[in-house]
């Protein structure tokens, strides 16, 4: 009798390290072009994050349902939003310490603690944090660390961040997250922008010396940021 390790071995294992490669290929296409982001992503095993019904579709190029009305991410967005983060303006540099404002499953936050020295994780509802939590737990990320709050206060006793990332879009930056943004540090978050058809585009806010300098980067869709815990 043969002894497998559960999920890597066999069935959807085998599966998902194949198509695991092929949705980093399609990053590349994509333009994805940072090796540390494409290297991250090519190991965290996505369909981890997703219910089982829906495990045959995890690295497909889409969000998907995490219950709660909320979204795992799109791969090309989590890929595009810590690569804008790692190489910015003003050309490449380390994530350093990282907060990412809504955790949802815990994906991008595995895959930042991946690369980045530090990572905090803000999820303002509890069962989704402690699933969060959950997934996380066979990763053994020990730079890893997860808050149940509202991420629009940041992280005070953790700032400054050289890196602050949004997963849930609002129409203005939140003054707390622009506070813990160390000098020299970078912010990428979904705005709402006005207009009969409300748009959200992905910004890229990085502190300078004297100030802030905002980058309009690409439309995307996320899921809103809400106020409170829940
Ligand atoms: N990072 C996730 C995406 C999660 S979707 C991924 O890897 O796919 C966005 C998450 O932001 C949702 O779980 C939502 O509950 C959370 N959220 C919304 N407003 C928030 C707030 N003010 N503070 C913390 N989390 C918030």
Do not use: W
Not at 65 to 93: C, D, F, H, W
Not at 119 to 141: C, F, M, Q
């Amino acid at each position: 009798m043969s002894v497998r390790a559960p999920g890597e071995l066999s069935g959807i294992g085998m599966t998902s390290l194949r198509t695991r490669a092929r949705m980093v290929e399609r990053l590349r296409e994509q333009g994805v072009a940072d090796e540390r982001v494409l290297a991250a992503m090519g190991t965290v095993p996505r369909h981890l994050f997703v219910d089982e019904a829906l495990r045959h579709r995890a690295y497909e190029d889409t969000a998907l349902p995490i219950n709660y009305g909320q979204t795992i991410s799109q791969p090309y967005v989590v890929a595009r939003m810590i690569e804008v983060l790692a190489t910015g303006r003003k050309g490449r540099r380390e994530l350093g310490k990282v907060l990412e404002i809504g955790t949802g499953c815990g994906y991008q936050a595995a895959v930042l603690a991946s690369i980045a020295a530090e990572v905090y994780t803000i999820e303002r509802i509890r069962e989704l944090h402690d699933r969060a939590r959950r997934n996380l737990l066979g990763l053994k990320l020990s730079n890893l660390r997860l808050v149940h709050g509202d991420g629009r206060a940041g992280l005070e006793q953790a700032a400054p961040f050289d890196s602050i990332v949004l997963a849930a879009a609002s129409s203005e930056v939140p003054e707390a997250l622009l506070r813990q943004l160390a000098r020299g540090g970078r912010m990428v978050l979904p705005l709402r922008r006005g207009g009969a058809r409300e748009q959200q585009r992905l910004v890229l806010v990085e502190r300078m010396g004297h100030g802030f300098e905002e980058t309009e980067l690409e439309l995307v869709r996320f899921v809103p940021l809400e106020s409170g815990k829940a």
